[in-house]
């Protein structure tokens, strides 16, 4: 059965801190992974991962995909109090009719 | 919220009655989805609809169902609710093509069975 754990469930930080969120997958017939932020509405994306080792930036975050050791890691840098939000990751698989399974989600808590 | 509405926003209804939530959208896309969020498992595939009258099930389809009679609707049906069903419902759209693996996500309907 296809799975995705993120980990850690909670982290609480100061602004100005780095943060490093982890999401390990086992999923056949890989095709995707996608990272959401989730404040208190809806999921808005930030980034796709197909290919491994290409990293993804946007601003102060980053994001970086292991296809051998079967990880991703999101990196937030320079924190702000904006920044708190849940976390997704979510992966698509071949053939799934672009059905996304997502993690349970990191809560980030930035602290002033 | 990438031209996608939901409602109701909110609902509150009885155990055993039916409930439709609807998600509308202005985009033109081919896919819709439906998730529901509970606390501890993030989001789950309810429904989905790859074209007009084209439906299949997620991983958490029982006691849903859902239709799609027009390209911009895509209609979620709790034929008679229960309190297990209390969650947040999110619909989703993706577009076809390359960047046809990006969902982007309604506001969410909060509803409560009581």
């Known amino acids: 059965e296809d799975k995705v754990v993120q980990s850690p469930l909670s982290l609480v930080v100061h602004e100005g801190d780095t943060v490093t969120l982890n999401c390990s997958y086992e999923?056949?017939?890989?095709?995707?992974l996608l990272w959401y932020k989730q404040e208190k509405k809806a999921p808005t994306f930030l980034f796709m991962l197909?290919?491994?080792?290409i990293e993804k930036k946007s601003g102060r975050l980053s994001s970086i995909l292991d296809k051998k050791e079967l990880f991703s890691i999101l990196n937030i840098t320079a924190t702000q109090t904006g920044d708190s939000a849940v976390y997704l990751c979510?992966?698509?698989?071949?053939?799934?009719?672009?059905?996304?399974?997502f993690g349970s989600g990191t809560q980030l808590t930035v602290l002033p | 919220d990438a031209g996608i509405t939901q409602s109701p926003r909110h609902k509150v209804t009885e155990t055993g009655t039916p409930v439709t939530l609807r998600c509308h959208q202005t985009?033109?896309?081919?896919?819709m989805y439906w998730y529901r969020q509970d606390p501890g498992h993030g989001l789950r595939l309810i429904h989905y609809?790859?074209?007009?009258?084209?439906?299949d099930k997620g991983e958490v389809s029982d006691g849903y169902s859902v239709s799609r009679s027009k390209t911009e609707d895509f209609l979620l049906t709790l034929e008679s609710a229960t309190s297990s069903q209390t969650s947040v419902y999110f619909c989703?759209?993706?577009?076809?093509?390359?960047?046809?693996?990006?969902?982007?996500f309604g506001a969410g309907t909060r509803l409560s069975v009581l």
């Open positions: 979510a992966f698509i698989s071949s053939g799934s009719a672009r059905q996304l399974t």
């Open positions: 609809s790859y074209g007009v009258k084209d439906t």
């Open positions: 985009e033109n896309h081919r896919y």
């Open positions: 999923v056949t017939n890989f095709r995707s």
């Open positions: 197909t290919s491994s080792g």
């Open positions: 989703a759209i993706s577009e076809d093509g390359n960047r046809g693996n990006i969902q982007y």
